[in-house]
């Protein structure tokens, strides 16, 4: 199933609709219906330096907080060259360090973990999921070469 790095699958999500989650992740009371697997992640910009504010799912992991995107995300590119971070997670910021795994057997368990967890995010990223609710490891291998875990 050896994919084309220019052909893999990426959903960008319009801006109003990033502009709404942001909105409603800020607003007490919507933001517990819509923050149980979607934060906000505010970081600086390599090359503005200025503060930019993304919607981001997550998963909440060992004491870690495990986010993913495809490697061409801008935000990802600003988190690898500047890993100082907040997270706008139910309501409260929490500030951390990001480490952006680049190498894909390092973060295969992290990955697997939030196909898991969020099968939207395994739809997303064409890996079937069983009916105990266990990921492809092998298909989730391959979509690594394309995806980034921070």
């Known amino acids: 199933m050896s994919r084309d790095l220019a052909d893999a699958p990426r959903w960008t999500p319009p801006r109003w609709m990033n502009r709404s989650m942001s909105g409603m992740l800020r607003t007490p009371g919507i933001q517990r219906l819509v923050g149980r697997s979607t934060a906000l992640l505010t970081f600086t910009g390599r090359t503005s330096g200025r503060q930019i504010t993304t919607p981001v799912s997550y998963l909440e992991r060992g004491g870690r907080i495990v986010v ?50 969020q099968p939207a995010v395994a739809r997303l990223s064409d890996v079937a999921i069983d009916d105990a609710g266990h990921a492809d490891r092998a298909a989730a291998r391959e979509v690594l070469d394309y995806t980034r875990v921070v």
Do not use: K, M, Y
Not at 68 to 84: D, E
């Open 68 to 117: 993913t995107g495809h490697h061409t995300r801008q935000w990802i590119r600003n988190v690898a060259a500047n890993p100082r971070v907040e997270l706008r997670l139910q309501g409260r910021v929490r500030s951390g360090t990001a480490t952006v795994l680049d190498d894909p057997d390092a973060a295969l368990d992290d990955f697997v973990a939030v196909l898991e967890a």
